[in-house]
C-alpha cells in the first residue's frame, strides 16, 4: 500500500497564520493529478507540532476528502507521549485513515526499550498499519536495525521511514528485515541509492513542489530503469538540496509561494527564510522552470 513516492505534505496557513483550507484542497488535488501514490498529512513537514488537535484532524480529512480512496492517506501521529499519541491515532483510525507514520519521541532520547515499547503501545491499541520514523538528525533517538527487527515482529508495524541519512544503516535493515517489511526512503536526495539497495519508495519534501517528477523518478528507480531516475535526480538535485538550506519545512514553504501555491506563512518557532537563502531558493526554481507568470498561472 506505502510504496512508491508518498508526499510529506506541507500545512497551508492565511496570514493570519489560521489554516487555509481551500489551499489545502488544491495542493492534495495537484497531488492527485501528477500521479502520486499516497499522501502523508500532518507529519512533521506538516508542522503537525503547532497544530491543535482540530486543527491536524481536519487537515487529515481534508486530505481523505480530496483523496476519496483514490491514493492512500497515511496519517502522521508521533510525539514524545506515548498516551498522547495513541489518543490521536485512535481518533485518525476513526477517520479511515490507511496507516499511521509515527516519529520516534524527541527530546526525551528513549532507550531502545523505550522505543521498543512506544511502538508496540501504539501497534496494539490502533489496528492499522504503522510505519516508524527514524530521523536522528532532528529527534536525536535513532532506530537501529536491532529495534526494527523486534518490531518487525508485531503485525501492523509494516515499515520504517529511514531519515538517518547513513546509507550503511539502511543496507543493514535491508539485509536483514523480512522483504515484506517496507523501507522508505525519507530523503529525497537518497531515494535513488535506497532504492537501488531494495526500498520500496520515498516519501518526499520535493514532491509537494513537483509531485509529477518526484514520481517519476521513484517509479523509474522501481523498474530498474536507472539510466532514466539518473538524469532526474541530476536535474532536480539543486531543488531536493535548497529544500534544506535551512530547517524544513521553511524552504519548501518559501518555495511553494513563490510558485503561487500558498502564502509565505510558517508558525512560530518557525520563520521565513534569510534574505540569501530565499534568493538563492528563488534562483534554483528559475533554473528549473518553475517560477514566472506562465507557471503561476498555471498553479492556479
Not at 500500500?1 to 510529506?8: L, S
Not at 497564520?17 to 500532518?42: M, N, T, W, Y
Not at 539510466?227 to 532526474?232: P, T
Not at 531543488?239 to 530547517?247: H, T, V, W, Y
Request: glycine share 8%.
Amino acid at each position: 500500500m506505502f510504496a512508491g513516492c508518498g508526499t510529506a505534505l506541507v500545512t497551508p496557513f492565511r496570514r493570519d497564520s489560521s489554516l487555509d483550507e481551500p489551499a489545502l484542497h488544491k495542493l492534495v488535488r495537484r497531488q492527485i493529478d501528477a500521479g502520486i501514490d499516497f499522501l502523508v498529512p500532518c507529519g512533521t513537514t506538516g508542522e503537525n507540532p503547532t497544530l491543535s488537535e482540530r486543527e491536524h484532524l481536519r487537515v487529515v480529512e481534508i486530505t481523505l476528502e480530496e483523496a476519496a480512496g483514490r491514493v492512500p492517506v497515511l496519517a502522521g501521529a508521533g510525539g514524545y507521549n506515548t498516551a498522547e499519541v495513541i489518543s490521536l491515532a485512535r481518533k485518525l483510525a476513526s477517520m479511515r485513515v490507511d496507516g499511521i507514520l509515527s516519529v520516534t519521541p524527541y527530546y526525551n532520547k528513549p532507550t531502545p526499550e523505550g522505543l521498543y515499547q512506544h511502538y508496540k503501545a501504539i501497534a496494539s491499541a490502533v489496528p492499522l498499519p504503522l510505519i516508524v520514523y527514524s530521523v536522528a538528525r532532528r529527534t536525536a533517538t535513532n532506530v537501529d536495525t536491532a529495534t526494527l527487527k523486534r518490531l518487525a515482529e508485531i503485525d501492523n508495524i509494516v515499515g520504517v521511514k529511514e531519515a538517518s541519512g547513513d546509507i550503511s544503516q539502511v543496507a543493514s535493515i535491508l539485509g536483514h528485515l523480512p522483504d515484506k517489511f517496507v523501507v522508505l526512503s525519507g530523503d529525497d536526495s537518497l531515494a535513488l541509492p535506497i532504492i537501488a539497495l531494495g526500498g520500496k519508495g520515498l516519501i518526499s519534501v520535493a514532491s509537494n513542489e513537483i509531485p509529477a517528477e518526484m514520481a517519476q523518478l521513484v517509479h523509474d528507480c522501481l523498474q530498474n530503469n536507472f539510466e532514466q531516475a539518473r538524469r532526474l535526480q541530476r536535474r532536480y538535485l539543486p531543488l531536493m538540496d535548497a529544500n534544506f538550506i535551512e530547517s524544513n519545512p521553511i524552504p519548501v514553504k518559501a518555495a511553494m509561494a513563490a510558485m503561487g501555491l500558498l502564502e509565505p506563512v510558517w508558525r512560530l518557532p518557525l520563520c521565513p527564510p534569510q534574505p540569501e537563502n530565499e534568493e538563492k531558493i528563488r534562483g534554483v526554481l528559475e533554473c528549473l522552470g518553475l517560477v514566472g507568470d506562465e507557471h503561476v498561472a498555471r498553479a492556479n
